[in-house]
Nanobody, 121 residues
Framework: QVQLVESGGGLVQAGGSLRLSCAASGSIFSINHMGWYRQAPGKQRDVVATITSGGTINYADSVKGRFTISRDNTGNTVQLQMSSLKPEDTAVYYC???????????????WGQGTQVTVSS
């Protein structure tokens, strides 16, 4: 069993900052990609930022220069530092990871439960 647990969401004024964190736990053999997606009401879930086990990072154009994704030394935790937040950043943010467990040889994608980020104008 694998769990992704997010923390750090909340309400912030435009121009402010928030830091999201996501910790993976369970029968984890290895983790490849980790990342963050977001879903605003009535819209599809879109990628925000991803980071590979080798440290390759990609950002959505809408957050470049404002958001920073990172992983800790264990590789099991991913953070998203969000700065200069805008009302359009308001969404539920989901952590995701491609994980191989001790029970299977393939990597599967897992999702966290989501954390609400609300940016007021």
């Amino acid at each position: 069993q694998v769990q992704l647990v997010e923390s750090g969401g909340g309400l912030v004024q435009a121009g402010g900052s928030l830091r999201l964190s996501c910790a993976a736990s369970g029968s984890i053999f290895s983790i490849n990609h980790m990342g963050w997606y977001r879903q605003a009401p009535g819209k599809q879930r879109d990628v925000v930022a991803t980071i590979t086990s080798g440290g390759t990072i990609n950002y959505a154009d809408s957050v470049k220069g404002r958001f920073t994704i990172s992983r800790d030394n264990t590789g099991n935790t991913v953070q998203l530092q969000m700065s200069s937040l805008k009302p359009e950043d308001t969404a539920v943010y989901y952590c995701t990871a491609y994980i191989r467990t001790y029970h299977y040889t393939n990597y599967s994608q897992y999702w966290g439960q989501g954390t609400q980020v609300t940016v007021s104008s």
